[in-house]
């Protein structure tokens, strides 16, 4: 094709006799976004954060109107609950001072263990007389509408220190982190019908699996909401633990572990928990480790290691993968059908690093609402 003769003026709009008209139409949106443009892009942002910010505060005043609900119909309150709630929801708990990290974690160990023991017993003061059970589940309601209140402020307290300044890259963080944090919210928020129905959440599977190993065993309470049997495998001796179900409680591993290592010599620990999936990695797979597999804010892993430490016992662990959502919501059928096989795995873990007449302790680890041991 020739282009010698071609009109390229022609065909852009660009001869001498431009129309003015054209050229403002053109040149006006660049002037806008060299002067305007991070404005611009601050008012879309916070229209996308709005709209975020207003779903949290309603996952918010719902966990809130959930709890008091359950409590005037199913529990019978001395008075009127809704001003005790809303002071519940308002507590915080300050860490302790870290400069000095040497003692850290029994500071923090206290500080945790004072507040449950705290609220515990508040709970437990708005009612004539109240079963642990129903006990642990208003704590756990509690806590899951606190956490959806403290999640609202904060995110709403970084959006109008943003908006306040006109400050774009103050926003851009919480643009960039709003989602995970709505699907968490959106977690907490599927898992409060969960928690009132006593159903089994998937962060269950490791009492799930311990409780099915406990079945004709006699059980008894060695340590706060956590319960033991004990039993022989192919010569060996078990000791199986996991909290006290069908409650909603993690138990008190640490505790329980501790005072099974002071009588007895134990050869091996073997964990069983729940674990964080990565984007692309199938739900309900289930790995094998090494080390404490338990989660929190690290206390019980700090004191099971150091038992561990002290009496030179290897711990050995098995996960099953899910979601953050998966975890704290009804469990799925893909990770219930799980249990029959990682029971056979610890077996087979027991088999591989343990000897004949050897001890061993299995910790099935999570929330054992809706699974009785």
């Known amino acids: 094709m020739d282009f010698t003769n071609f009109d390229f003026d022609q065909l852009f709009g660009m001869k001498d006799d431009t129309n003015p008209l054209m050229m403002l139409v053109w040149i006006l949106p660049i002037i806008l976004f060299v002067f305007y443009g991070q404005r611009i892009q601050l008012y879309v942002t916070s229209g996308e954060i709005k709209k975020g910010i207003k779903k949290l505060g309603g996952f918010s005043e719902e966990s809130r109107n959930e ?4 409590i005037n119909k199913n529990l019978n309150p001395k008075n009127n609950p809704e001003k005790k709630i809303d002071q519940f929801l308002d507590y915080f708990t300050i860490l302790p001072v870290d400069m000095d990290p040497n003692g850290i974690v029994e500071k923090v160990h206290h500080t945790v263990r004072s507040r449950e023991d705290y609220t515990r017993e ?9 079963s642990d059970t129903e006990l642990s589940k208003v704590q756990t309601l509690l806590e899951i509408a606190s956490s959806l209140q403290m999640i609202h402020k904060i995110i709403n307290h970084m959006f109008l220190t943003a908006k306040k300044q006109n400050n774009y890259p103050l926003i851009l963080p919480l643009q960039m982190i709003l989602p995970f944090i709505m699907e968490q919210a959106e977690a907490m928020k599927e898992a409060i019908p969960v928690f009132k129905t006593d159903q089994p959440v998937g962060d269950g599977i490791g009492p799930m699996v311990v409780g099915k190993m406990m079945l004709n065993n006699p059980k008894e309470i060695i340590a706060f909401q956590t319960a033991i ?10 000791f199986l633990l996991k909290a006290e179900g069908p409650g909603s409680t993690v138990g008190r591993p640490a505790d329980a572990l501790q005072s099974i290592t002071s009588e007895n010599k134990i050869d091996a620990i073997i964990m069983i928990d729940a674990a964080l999936k990565m984007e692309g990695e199938d739900s309900a797979s289930v790995a094998r480790g090494f080390g404490a597999a338990i989660g929190g804010i690290g206390t019980e892993k700090f004191h099971i290691e150091a038992i561990a430490t002290e009496k030179q016992i290897p711990v050995f662990s098995i996960v099953v993968k899910q979601s953050v959502k998966e975890a704290i919501t009804l469990m799925t059928k893909e990770i219930a059908d799980q249990a029959d096989d990682v029971r056979s795995q610890v077996y087979e873990m027991i088999k591989e690093n343990t000897q004949e007449g050897q001890s061993v302790v299995v910790i099935g680890v999570g929330n054992t609402v809706g699974v009785p041991q």
């Open 122 to 130: 508040h709970v437990k003061s708005l009612f004539s007389e109240i």
């Open 229 to 238: 049997a004990k039993t022989e495998f192919e010569n060996r001796k078990l």
């Open 67 to 70: 709890l008091i609900n359950y």
